[in-house]
Antibody
C-alpha cells in the first residue's frame, strides 16, 4: 500500500524547535519530489516547502524561509522538516505530500498530518 | 489573504451540477496549465481530484471535471451526491517567490 506517515508533532514554546518526519512506503521514494503543506486550525492549505528527488534542490514559502529546513534520506525512505524559531502562527497540521510523476505540483498522496502547536 | 480567490461557499441539490471558480493572475493560473483541485473532508487529508487543469487521477469519478479560461480555473461537479459535501481547494504553480499557491477553499454543501 502506498502511504505516508508523519511523526514528530507536538507542543513547543515560541522560539523552540521541532523536527517532523514522514515515512514513505509502497513506492520508489527516491523517484519523487516531496512537499510539506500546512493547515492552521479552521483555515486553508498553505504550501510550506519542497525537495527534489535527490534532495539537492529545495524551496520554501517566504513565511518559513530561514527558519525551516527540508531534507530527505532516500536510503530510509524518509522526509524531514526541521523547524526552528517557531512562532505562534506556525501552529498547524503539517502534511507531507508526494508530487505526482509527470505532473507539476500535483500532490497525489498525502500523509495523515502531524499537529504542531506553538504556545507558552 | 490567499493568493488564489475562491468563493467561500457553494451549494446544490443532489443530482445538480455546481461550479467552483479559482481566480489568480498571469503569474500563476493564467500563465501555466498547472492547476490542481483537492477535496478535503473534515478531519481528513486532502485528496487530489484534478491535476494539470483538466486531468483526473485514476479512481476519481468522471463527475469531476476541470477547465481554465484566462486567469480563472473552474471545477465542475455534475450529478451531485451527498458524499461530495466537503471543502475544495485549488492550487497552481506560480512564478513568484513561492512554488505553489492555494486558494482559500470553498465549502460545498449538498442540500
Amino acid at each position: 500500500e502506498v502511504q505516508l506517515v508523519e511523526s514528530g508533532g507536538g507542543l513547543v514554546q515560541p522560539g523552540g524547535s521541532l523536527r517532523l518526519s514522514c515515512a514513505a512506503s509502497g513506492f520508489p521514494f527516491s523517484d519523487y519530489w516531496m512537499h510539506w503543506v500546512r493547515q492552521a486550525p479552521g483555515k486553508g492549505l498553505v504550501w510550506v516547502s519542497r525537495t527534489n528527488s535527490d534532495g539537492s534542490g529545495t524551496s520554501y514559502a517566504d513565511s518559513v524561509k530561514g527558519r525551516f529546513t527540508v531534507s530527505r534520506d532516500n536510503a530510509k525512505n524518509t522526509l524531514f522538516l526541521q523547524m526552528n524559531s517557531l512562532r505562534a502562527e506556525d501552529t498547524a497540521v503539517y502534511y507531507c505530500a508526494r508530487d505526482r510523476l509527470g505532473a507539476i505540483y500535483a500532490f497525489d498522496i498525502w500523509g495523515q498530518g502531524a499537529m504542531v502547536t506553538v504556545s507558552s | 489573504q490567499s493568493a488564489l480567490t475562491q468563493p467561500a461557499s457553494v451549494s446544490g441539490s443532489p443530482g445538480q451540477s455546481i461550479t467552483i471558480s479559482c481566480t489568480g493572475t498571469s503569474s500563476d493560473v493564467g500563465g501555466y496549465n498547472f492547476v490542481s483541485w483537492y477535496q478535503q473532508h473534515p478531519g481528513k487529508a486532502p485528496k487530489l481530484m484534478i491535476y494539470d487543469v483538466s486531468n483526473r487521477p485514476s479512481g476519481v469519478s468522471n463527475r469531476f471535471s476541470g477547465s481554465k479560461s484566462g486567469n480563472t480555473a473552474s471545477l465542475t461537479i455534475s450529478g451531485l451526491q451527498a458524499e461530495d459535501e466537503a471543502d475544495y481547494y485549488c492550487s497552481s504553480y506560480t512564478s513568484t517567490t513561492t512554488d505553489v499557491v492555494f486558494g482559500g477553499g470553498t465549502k460545498l454543501t449538498v442540500l
